[in-house]
């Protein structure tokens, strides 16, 4: 099918980003997170008070050792520990859990505010843009991209800030109480991120392989389940040992990504338990007399304090190893980054990219122009160029020419003009310029005499194009998208002038017929029928037409061609097309060629066919 | 398998407009049954050395981890005591427990690193065994039947319904049995020196590990699911939507589309939050449990330790527990808690798991499609004439085909025309035995089609189906899918013939280049024609093409259409076409309509006023 893949591609960003030197995911997803609000400091803050209580469940717990073991004492005194003990798990039990709340909170206020600011996008870079995309690549980006975002923000960020906090806190608390503890973990604290960064380095070249092995064995998996048909076809099939061999393959790939990726986990694994077992030798030979330095002054080092710092001492590299444990989340997260970034720009939630998005949505919010104002006596275009950014071309260091233009052309009234040109030609481009998809780079557009901004108000024009879109929902939903409060009978009248009359009156259920995925199913002509009839309904005097009878067999092209007629009636028409038939409605040609206007002719008037 | 899942959900909104693959609706609200897990955990046994060794080595680790604190917990307490008189000083033996202390570290840290590398090298291996079973069940099932559950949507849900499995071993079952082991360690650490605390231990971690998990699945999985289905809509809504975009923005419709999809989100989200929240009333419930369990060990300990410490320190009644073990008690139950503490997440994501593996269960479970003869049953066909006898095919309750006969002498070249949706290419799945025909029967070389084994039927027909699908392989691999023995020349010669050489010039490597995901690397004609080639290149005496044409100009059409016929000669030739181009060059046409075959006459006879005529008129 000839898709409009006429017009070069539109590098997504038109105005920043990309172009700027080099994209940090890292950075683009930091300026994202001004959308969660005041919940990841509500996270962070709940964080560093369950630590304050875990210094609580030390020292109970060491209260009630030195008790019993040295003093002693009886529950008549240590009531009190044990019921700190209960009531500090208690509470850190809470604040573990609000934490998590408050980051899945602030990673949800970010995911929506970023679906929202992409959607937008996908309509400001307009559905020929949106075409041209894959239409699987869309959703996910939409979607699961987007989703998964949320690793990131509800866990990997928080605990990037925690990594440093926690540990601080903790010295600031152990070093006063002892200097030799303290310093046993202040010397290991600055080897972990050492340690971790010489690991890491080689392993997150290897976690990135990783990854990629994950998705292709998976990948593969699914080529086959989506190639079944072609394998049987071929005889080819029995593929169960293939898929298993294959798995294996990968499997040894990634063990052997994943054997260095381990290294970093135990690297922290290491550093927790040399720690605890240097405090427990250094402290307990403290207290046989065989090492005498580490405290301060005379006070001797007590059975509480020792222990209040070995509870202590694995909480010191825990928010480390949890930074390990979300660190997928990171990878991901910037995977998806460097994806959307380029489509929601560089700072998508600055008051500037979101000023544009509201002006975009000011304008197709404005109430369509009441149909006894929508007059169309002629459109203008004055030297007109479209130019679309980033349109570099590599090979000659040299900006390519204009995608249109300068073109300067007038239609007037009732003309019914077809359009045609190569591949490329810029006819698409044209579409896109008058229905606001793109702006015109230089030049004016002029509507009865008066400049305009941005393409032809709403309610000007009406666009059918090579494919249908039924959405799920009744035929009546379908046919109101063109016009909401229509009543049922002109949804009729309008069946009617699509040719659709005789297929909806065989419908028993009428107008609350449902359509789309799991409903009525519409062949390809009655589908093409039904945008017309949208058309109809719309009642625009500008009606664009964008090869309205591709892939269409002979008889459905022909009641298209019959309903194309009774719509041009009193309207204007603008006509995309190669194909004879089409070219018969037309009394005016007007050729395109590398964006430039280079035929512009009458047409003879159609002398209608025999059956047609 | 449970049938009672396929009952449509009943509450599913009726505002919800976009729906999804019937597949996935049925499970939507209901829980599945933990039945469904069943085939899953015989696979396990399979690689139970694996696995074993790293839920072996997960405790070992968890075992070094928790000694560690508790050692050197009781050892700064013995130090501590010691170090109060000069004798005790000097009779301690500090070398075994200082020794076991950094042995204990080792063992953690090698411990940890073992278990990682065993528990992904076990999982793994269990994911390339539950590939290959899933594949092999699946491959059977009839293509058609697996498009007609929702396409690609399906396709995409079963490879992450695989990758949810990968979960339920990792995360739920071994968690869960180095916990219970983790229980069992602590007590009899305990119970060695203390059997009633051990036994407050034990039953205050059950209750920790085993209530607090189960409430969070048992309130949680309906919520995962409904999670789970909404995102699905979610996205199969998004998908719609943004396809629509064109005519959503024209209308003016695009912002009111964009309101909706938010308020279908506010719905998921809110069972997100209630996830969240769920998951924090889990933490707070766990770590309070834990909290009186510590609590009802201290003060069980201290009541045994010193019973009348502030009374008479010199009478004391009973036996006393040596009051430097109450360190290592808590510690022991704090580390066995470690073990517990990821349990609710795992158990709340275990709905998951489950109606992911209800799903997969209830694909294996779909009807296969045709049986084919063993090879000692099978016939064997003389010569390839085609005889198709009343044939009628139904899809559901529609009549598609309704008593086709048609005959194709071998060496024949059959025309199809028709319009769309006129049951040609029902015809082609017919033949390729992916639909079973309710009436009618067909004849190959004179013996009955679905008397013929597998092989001998696909090497019966060389199909070209209406979408190509390209493999992850080079370009070569496939088009060798169809002529394994192929040359490099003459895959070239057949991609030349069909106009694609200057497409196979720019290649950078040529044949041995590699399609991107999808075959996006080529345009919609060039992988149609790219599929024809692939049909051509199969040895096979019969060809079925299905609009090999469909979206090509006329010259590049015209080529096709010559390397085609070019192709066949000295073959059988079914083609489809609503294009009626170079028809003239086939020897037979046939006009199919509403599921009849209409007329079929070859170009001389045909009649100038047949409906094929004036069809071929219209486009000449």
């Given amino acids: 099918m000839p898709r409009t893949a006429a017009a070069p591609d539109v590098s997504p960003s038109p105005t920043d980003a990309t172009a700027s030197a080099e994209f940090v995911p890292r950075r683009w997803l930091e300026t994202l997170a001004r959308a969660g609000g005041r919940w990841p400091q509500l996270a962070i803050l709940c964080a560093l008070l369950s630590t304050l209580v875990l210094l609580a469940q030390a020292w109970a717990i060491a209260r009630l050792a030195q008790g019993v073991a040295i003093d002693h004492e009886g529950l008549a005194t240590l009531w009190p520990a044990i019921a700190v003990l209960a009531a500090s798990l208690s509470l850190r039990g809470a604040l573990t859990g609000l934490r998590g709340y408050a980051g899945t909170r602030a990673s949800q206020q970010i995911r929506r505010r970023l679906r929202e600011r992409l959607l937008q996008r996908f309509a400001e870079l307009g559905p020929l843009w949106v075409r041209r995309q894959h239409r699987a690549s869309l959703a996910n980006r939409a979607w699961d991209q987007v989703e998964s975002l949320h690793g990131y923000y509800a866990d990997f960020r928080p605990q990037t800030r925690l990594a440093g906090l926690i540990p601080l806190m903790l010295l600031c608390v152990v070093f006063p109480l002892n200097w030799a503890a303290g310093l046993i973990l202040a010397t290991t604290a600055p080897l972990v991120p050492i340690f971790m960064i010489l690991v890491g380095i080689a392993a997150r070249k290897r976690s990135q392989e990783q990854f990629r092995e994950m998705d292709r064995m998976g990948r593969h998996f699914m080529d086959l389940l989506t190639g079944l048909k072609t394998l049987k076809l071929f005889g080819s099939a029995r593929r169960g040992p293939q898929v298993e061999a294959v798995s294996h393959a990968f499997r040894k790939r990634t063990m052997r990504v994943l054997r260095l990726a381990f290294l970093s986990s135990t690297v922290l694994e290491f550093f927790t338990a040399v720690s605890i077992a240097l405090l427990a030798v250094y402290l307990g030979f403290h207290f046989l007399g065989h090492l005498q330095f580490g405290t301060w002054g005379d006070s001797p080092l007590t059975l509480q304090t020792a222990l209040f710092i070995l509870v202590l001492a694995p909480e010191f590299y825990q928010p480390l190893r949890e930074l390990g444990v979300h660190y997928h989340a990171k990878a991901e997260a910037e995977a998806a980054a460097s994806d959307l970034a380029p489509i929601v720009g560089s700072a998508p939630f600055t008051q500037e990219a979101e000023a544009g998005a509201q002006a975009h949505n000011a304008i197709s919010d404005l109430p369509a122009v009441r149909p006894q104002t929508r007059k169309l006596h002629s459109l203008m275009l004055e030297e007109v160029c479209v130019r679309y950014p980033n349109q570099w071309n590599r090979q000659t260091s040299t900006l390519t020419p204009p995608a249109l233009g300068p073109l300067t052309l007038r239609i007037t009234q009732g003309e019914r003009v077809a359009l045609t040109g190569a591949s490329g030609s810029g006819k698409s481009t044209l579409l896109n310029l008058l229905l606001g998809f793109v702006e015109a780079s230089d030049g004016l557009l002029y509507l009865n005499g008066h400049p305009l901004s941005h393409g032809l108000p709403p309610g000007m024009a009406t666009w059918v194009g090579q494919e249908t879109v039924v959405l799920s929902g009744t035929l009546a939903d379908n046919l109101r998208l063109a016009r909401p409060h229509a009543s049922d009978a002109q949804l009729e009248a309008a069946l009617d002038n699509a040719d659709l009359l005789d297929w909806y009156q065989h419908l028993p259920r009428g107008l609350e017929t449902r359509l789309g995925e799991g409903g009525q199913a519409l062949s390809g002509g009655q589908a093409r029928r039904l945008s017309l009839a949208r058309a109809f309904l719309h009642d625009a005097p500008l009606v664009l037409l964008d090869e309205p009878t591709a892939s269409l067999d002979a008889d459905s092209e022909a009641r298209v061609i019959a309903a194309l007629k009774r719509l041009g009636e009193g309207r204007t028409l603008l006509l995309l097309t190669h194909r004879p038939e089409l070219l018969t409605l037309c009394q005016r040609l007007i050729h395109l060629d590398d964006g430039q206007l280079v035929q512009d002719r009458p047409l003879p008037l159609a002398t209608p066919r025999g059956d047609a | ?620």
């Avoid at chain 2, 496939?478 to 010039?505: C, V, Y």
Wanted: glycine letters at 8%; aromatic letters at 4%.
């Fill in chain 2, 1 to 620: 398998m449970s049938r009672a899942i396929r009952k449509p959900a009943p509450d599913t909104p009726a505002a919800v407009t976009a729906s999804e693959p019937a597949l996935a609706v049925s499970h939507a609200e209901q829980r599945p049954h933990l039945r469904e897990l069943t085939p899953y955990l015989a696979l396990m046994r399979e690689h139970r050395g694996w696995l074993g060794i790293g839920a072996l080595l997960a405790l070992i680790t968890l075992l070094a981890a928790t000694g560690l604190l508790a050692l050197s917990g009781w050892f700064l307490s013995a130090t501590a005591v010691a170090g109060l008189s000069v004798a005790a000083t000097q009779a301690f033996n500090f070398f075994t427990p200082a020794a076991g202390v950094r042995g204990l570290a080792l063992a953690r840290t090698a411990g940890r690193y073992g278990e990682r590398v065993t528990t992904h090298e076990g999982t793994l291996r269990l994911l390339a065994s539950l590939r290959r079973r899933l594949f092999e069940a699946i491959e059977p099932l009839s293509p058609a039947a697996l498009q007609h559950a929702g396409q690609g949507e399906l396709m995409t849900r079963l490879g992450a319904d695989v990758d949810a499995l990968d979960s339920l071993y990792v995360r739920v079952l071994i968690p869960s049995l180095v916990a219970i082991c983790a229980i069992l360690a602590a007590g009899t650490l305990i119970g060695i020196f203390a059997p009633t605390l051990a036994l407050v231990a034990v039953i205050g971690l059950v209750l920790t590990g085993g209530l607090v998990p189960w409430l969070a699945w048992w309130r949680g999985s309906r919520d995962a699911m409904r999670h789970q289905s909404s995102a699905s809509r979610l996205r199969a809504r998004l998908l719609e939507r943004l396809q629509g975009l064109g005519e959503l923005v024209i209308y003016g419709r695009w912002n009111e589309e964009l309101e909706r999809l938010a308020e279908q989100q506010a719905e998921r989200d809110r069972i997100e939050r209630a996830q969240a929240r769920r998951q924090a009333l889990a933490s707070w419930l766990s770590h309070s449990l834990l909290g009186l369990t510590l609590a009802g060990v201290a003060l069980l300990g201290v009541m045994q330790m010193a019973p009348y410490a502030n009374t008479d320190m010199t009478t004391p009644s009973g036996e006393l527990l040596d009051g430097r073990l109450l360190a290592l008690f808590l510690l022991a139950v704090l580390g066995a808690f470690e073990a517990l503490a990821p349990l609710p997440l795992a158990w709340q994501g275990l709905g998951r798991c489950l109606s992911a593996a209800a799903r997969l269960n209830s694909v294996q479970a779909n009807t296969p499609a045709a049986q084919f003869p063993s090879d000692s049953e099978a016939a064997t066909p003389v010569g390839h004439p085609l005889e198709i006898e009343q044939l009628s095919v139904t899809h559901g309750d529609t009549p598609v085909l309704t008593e086709l006969s048609l005959t194709l002498a071998a060496g024949e070249h059959l025309a199809l025309l028709g319009p769309s949706g006129s049951g040609k290419s029902t015809l082609l799945d017919v033949l390729s035995r992916f639909h079973i025909p309710s009436a009618g029967h067909i004849t190959l070389g004179g013996v009955a089609l679905d008397s013929l084994d597998e092989a001998t039927l696909r090497a019966s027909f060389a199909v070209c189906p209406q979408d190509t699908h390209l493999f992850c392989a080079s370009y070569a691999d496939n088009l060798r899918l169809a002529a394994p023995e192929a040359s490099d020349e003459a895959l070239t010669r057949m991609l030349e013939s069909l106009g694609l050489g200057d497409w196979l010039a720019r290649q950078p490597q040529g044949l041995a280049g590699f399609p991107d995901e999808g075959g996006r690397s080529l345009s919609g004609g060039q992988l149609r024609r790219f599929g024809v080639a692939r049909a051509l290149l199969s040895p096979a005496p019969i060809v079925l093409l299905d609009e090999p044409c469909e979206g090509l100009d006329r010259t590049s059409a015209e080529q096709v259409m010559s390397a085609i016929l070019a192709a066949c000669e000295g073959r059988s030739l079914i083609m489809i076409t609503h294009q009626p181009l170079g028809l003239e060059r086939f020897a037979r046409l046939a006009l199919l309509e509403a599921g009849r075959l209409q007329e079929d006459t070859t170009p001389t006879t045909l009649s100038r006023d047949s409906r094929l005529a004036r069809l071929m008129e219209r486009t000449a």
